[in-house]
C-alpha cells in the first residue's frame, strides 16, 4: 500500500504564492506518474496537473498553465507543485495522487492512490 500526505496549504491573498508537497510513504516502488487535483464543495473534482514518472511530461488544465508549475523528486518520494499568482477562484481542496503507470494517465481512474487534500484558500 502507498499512503500520500500533501502539505503546504493555507490562506493567502490573490497575486502570492504557495508550493504544496506530496510526500509518499510505503510501497513506494509501485508508484508512477503523479497527478494533482482540487475541489470546491458542492463541485465536481478537477485535475489541475500531472507529471510522469521520469518527470519529462507535464501536463496542466489550461485555467493553471503559466501560473502553475508541478515537478518531483523522486529520490525523496515527494512531489511538488508551484502555485503563483494565486486567484479566488483557485481556492478548494487539493489532492495528490499517484498511478501505477509510468506514463500520465488520461483518467482519473487510473490514479491508484489519493492523499488526504490540503485546503488552499485565497482571498481577494
Known amino acids: 500500500q502507498v499512503q500520500l500526505v500533501e502539505s503546504g496549504g493555507g490562506l493567502v491573498q490573490a497575486g502570492e504564492s504557495l508550493k504544496l508537497s506530496c510526500a509518499a510513504s510505503g510501497r513506494t516502488f509501485s508508484t508512477g506518474a503523479m497527478g494533482w487535483f482540487r475541489q470546491v464543495p458542492g463541485k465536481e473534482r478537477e485535475f489541475v496537473a500531472a507529471i510522469s514518472w521520469s518527470g519529462g511530461s507535464t501536463l496542466y488544465v489550461d485555467s493553471v498553465k503559466g501560473r502553475f508549475t508541478i515537478s518531483r523528486d523522486n529520490a525523496k518520494n515527494t512531489g511538488y507543485l508551484q502555485m503563483n499568482e494565486l486567484k479566488p477562484e483557485d481556492t478548494a481542496v487539493y489532492y495528490c495522487?499517484?498511478?501505477?503507470?509510468?506514463?500520465?494517465?488520461?483518467?482519473?481512474?487510473?490514479?491508484?492512490?489519493w492523499g488526504q487534500g490540503t485546503q488552499v484558500t485565497v482571498s481577494s
Open positions: 495522487a499517484a498511478a501505477r503507470t509510468f506514463s500520465i494517465p488520461k483518467n482519473d481512474y487510473d490514479y491508484w492512490y
